[in-house]
């Protein structure tokens, strides 16, 4: 039988009618990125402790800059995610 056409097209893969589509919160969407705001945040208060020495003032240390990062990583995280889900919202459009 080569040649010949089967009866009916094969439809392409579809989700289930009952299943709802993923929607990225910014609640949602700071879970996943508070780790590398917070890794962000570290680093950039371990530069500014670096250039502190400029004036004559220590070094921060980079246990106390993690520690540091910690609550500066939330409005962080939230802008971070808040700015994504802009991004998602113009791309759906």
Do not use: H
């Amino acid at each position: 039988m080569s040649g010949t056409k089967s009866p009916s097209p094969k439809a392409p893969a579809t989700e289930a009618d009952n299943a709802e589509p993923v929607y990225w919160t910014v609640r949602r969407l700071s879970l996943w990125f508070f780790v590398f705001a917070w890794g962000a945040v570290a680093i950039n208060l371990y530069f500014i402790g670096l250039m502190w020495q400029a004036l004559g003032w220590t070094a921060l240390e980079p246990v106390i800059t993690i520690l540091l990062a910690f609550p500066l990583a939330f409005p962080a995280t939230w802008l971070c995610a808040k700015w994504i889900r802009g991004l998602m919202d113009e791309a759906e459009r």
